[in-house]
């Protein structure tokens, strides 16, 4: 029995020796861990990222420095998943962990996560843009680098229901060509309203585009909200967000125009140049935060006598006082040099000026400055109080000289009261008063003050209303004041998840400029003489269209558009001098169809546009085709998205310009004016993001106009040739 006992306990105790051996051994004695550090395509910590071992509840979250950690883990082989919001879930596979932790820094990439686009323009607050009842576009700001956009008129050139006259915008047949004076669509930054005082134009290369986050185009009539400037539309530039930290970016490009199609025009025998340079900082300390930057941009021009240097500023900062209000300041300026070509000698010499014209120039400097200051009143209410002056300030080399300073004083307060979860109101009052001190207008002093409401309306089924109404009078100078009444009726309705229906109502009133009331001058052989009768003008707009979301990824929009003008302001020659003046025509009738679809082979990555438009716009009382306003326009672009790769192609047509300024060139001012013929042009482009390897830089590479077709948007001056450019963007952190 003793024997039996002491076998037991020999046998225990060898096996307690065994389990210690075995649980003292290094597998069992120590525990590991799979560490690291999460960051982005530019070396920014990636906070709050889920860390999870697959097929197991352990895990991690990164902290606020990207780091993270899972401990407590026995040898053995696992399976990683990272994701977070915004970025690629990213796994890695067959992590072996046998005798030591484990520390993995991992690069998450940036996702685009596709939501509704936010508009702002249409109703002066956010709303989603498949809610409006107007049509409505957006240019991303990565379009202005991707194609080399450096001015914001070149980018409107590839919008669907936009034609540009040189320098002169015009939204479904809104306008035709008016000389550098007045506007029907009104252009803003941030929402704070930029054209002159004294010709009310609006000045495109001002506006940085390095700077633009995007840009909100509202199609028909919006002055039930903007005033008389909006007869035909809005275009606001909406600016980049400022950074939380220190960031500087390096921007430019240079290129070169090609030599012309036709040996006859080659007046330089080289390919000219052109480039530009922008340096930006934006940072944030404390409640205060910044954008600034500088622009040098240069252009010897295809053509003589066209050479060009502008350098432009901007700032934008904002002051945080609460959580709940803010005062932002913005600061906009141009200074520019530039030769002056208006038309050209002849049709041989296409790219050359007449010989009296050379050596005409302009320099021009323009300040704007803004004070936008917002407050949120309790749960329902915020206002808005922005005000901005701008001087324009410019003189030519004539004769006779030209010159002329204006200062355009504006101010607006703006409330919206949310009624309850399904109604906004939006009210305002806004007044801007003009001095000018010049050769060519005289020292004439205008004045427009207006008052608006509009009650947005959402109800429980899917119907959105929205009913506005603006009060404005506007006094020149020496005319007699007018006034006008302005409302709008607009509805959105959701006829099913794939189709949506809108339809919209208003009136416009739009009152001369001072320039189109009280010029007299000569300019390149043209005399402009003043019409003290011009009256104001007004409008009656109508659309109705659909939106149908065909398939996943394939949209397709339609719309039926119809405009009346009543005392539509047009320039014209006087028979009896040959002379341009601004008058009223008295009766014009603009209608059309507007259509566009959207399709995307593969997500993201394979994508066609398409955009065209019907345009029949008539001048009633002579029943002839209102001037410079194209019949059909198509607008196409194919983009390909892969591996950090993009290329495209972009389309545009036009037909034929039915009416010109035939007067110029049946008195000779303008020789073989009446040369025009349909447009065809096509671009090429082509990207690379580099930020995936660890360089914060893109590249890109643009040729325009690549068949080097010739053809005209203003009588008389032909567009850019053939050009091609390189560009990059360089991001500093």
């Not at 972009?650 to 025009?676: A, H, K, P, Q, T």
């Not at 993001?689 to 590479?701: A, E, S």
Request: aromatic content about 14%; charged content about 20%.
């Amino acid at each position: 029995m003793k024997d039996l006992r002491l076998k037991y306990c020999l046998f225990r105790s060898a096996y307690s020796f065994t389990l210690l051996l075995l649980y003292a051994s290094p597998s069992h004695s120590q525990s590991y861990s799979i560490e690291g550090r999460i960051t982005d395509s530019r070396n920014k910590p990636v906070q709050y990222a889920n860390v999870v071992l697959i097929g197991t509840s352990l895990g991690d979250a990164s902290d606020e420095n990207g780091l993270f950690e899972i401990s407590n883990l026995t040898p053995g082989t696992y399976n990683l998943r990272f994701s977070a919001i915004g970025y690629v879930t990213h796994n890695l596979e067959n992590i072996i962990i046998k005798d030591s932790s484990l520390v993995i820094d991992i690069t998450m990439k940036e996702e685009v996560i596709e939501s509704e686009a936010v508009v702002v323009t249409s109703g002066k607050y956010e709303q989603k843009k498949s809610e409006l009842p107007v049509s409505a576009e957006l240019i991303n700001g990565e379009d202005f680098l991707e194609k080399n956009f450096y001015d914001l008129e070149d980018a409107l050139r590839y919008v669907p229901g936009i034609n540009m006259v040189d320098d002169q915008i015009s939204i479904r047949g809104s306008s035709g060509y008016s000389r550098g004076t007045g506007s029907r669509v009104l252009l803003a930054l941030d929402g704070l309203p930029f054209y002159t005082g004294d010709t009310g134009e609006t000045i495109w290369e001002a506006i940085p585009t390095t700077e633009i986050k995007r840009v909100e185009i509202i199609k028909g009539a919006a002055s039930s909200l903007y005033g008389p400037s909006a007869i035909g539309g809005v275009i606001n530039a909406i600016s980049r967000d400022i950074s939380p930290y220190p960031v500087t970016t390096l921007n430019g490009f240079t290129g070169l125009y090609d030599q012309p199609y036709y040996q006859d025009w080659n007046w330089s025998g080289e390919m000219r140049p052109f480039n530009g340079l922008t340096i930006a900082y934006s940072n944030t300390i404390g409640n205060f935060g910044f954008n600034i930057s500088l622009a040098r941009l240069e252009s010897s021009s295809y053509k003589l006598n066209d050479y060009s240097r502008k350098f432009v500023g901007y700032l934008k900062s904002i002051y945080s006082f609460t959580t709940t209000s803010s005062l932002t300041f913005i600061a906009n300026t141009l200074n520019k040099q530039a030769d002056s070509f208006i038309y050209w000698k002849d049709s041989r010499n296409a790219l050359v000026p007449p010989d009296n014209t050379l050596g005409e120039k302009v320099e021009t400097d323009r300040y704007l400055f803004g004070l936008i200051y917002r407050s949120v009143i309790g749960t329902n209410t915020f206002y808005n109080i922005n005000t901005s002056y701008y001087l324009n300030d410019w003189s030519d080399n004539y004769t006779p000289m030209n010159e002329s300073t204006s200062n355009l004083f504006r101010g607006e307060v703006q409330f919206n009261f949310s009624l309850n979860d399904n109604m906004i109101l939006v009210t305002g009052i806004e007044g801007y008063t003009s001095k000018v001190k010049s050769t060519i207008f005289g020292n004439p002093d205008s004045y427009t003050y207006g008052s608006y409401a509009l009650l947005d309306i959402n109800f429980n089924f899917p119907l959105f209303l929205s009913i506005g109404m603006r009060y404005d009078y506007s006094k020149l100078d020496s005319l007699e004041g007018s006034s006008a009444f302005s409302p709008k009726l607009g509805l959105n309705y959701k006829l099913s998840e794939s189709i949506i229906l809108r339809s919209s109502l208003g009136t416009g009133f739009r009152a001369p400029t001072l320039s189109e009331a009280f010029t007299n001058t000569s300019a390149s052989g043209l005399r402009i003489k003043p019409n003290p009768n011009l009256q104001s003008e007004t409008n009656l707009t109508f659309e109705i269209g659909v939106n149908y979301e065909i398939i996943n990824n394939w949209n397709f929009d339609l719309a039926a558009f119809q405009n009346e003008y009543y005392d539509m302001i047009e320039p014209s020659v006087d028979p009896t001098d040959n002379q341009v003046r601004f008058d009223n025509v008295v009766r014009a009738r603009i209608q059309g169809v507007e259509i566009g679809t959207v399709i995307q082979f593969v997500p993201n990555e394979l994508i066609l546009t398409i955009g065209y438009t019907y345009l029949w716009a008539r001048d009633l009382e002579n029943n002839i085709a209102l001037k410079y306003r194209p019949r059909n326009t198509v607008y196409s672009g194919f983009d390909i998205n892969k591996w950090n790769f993009n290329f495209g192609i972009d389309f545009r047509y036009w037909s034929r310009i039915e009416e010109i300024d035939d007067e110029l060139v049946e008195s000779g001012i303008v020789r073989d004016g009446e040369l025009r013929t349909s447009v065809f042009t096509t671009d090429l482009r082509a990207s690379y993001n580099f930020r995936q390897i660890g360089w914060p830089l893109d590249l890109y590479l643009n040729v325009k106009n690549l068949t080097n077709y010739n053809f005209i948007e203003l009588i008389g001056n032909i567009r850019p040739v053939r050009n091609y450019s390189m560009g990059f963007n360089w991001i500093i952190e």
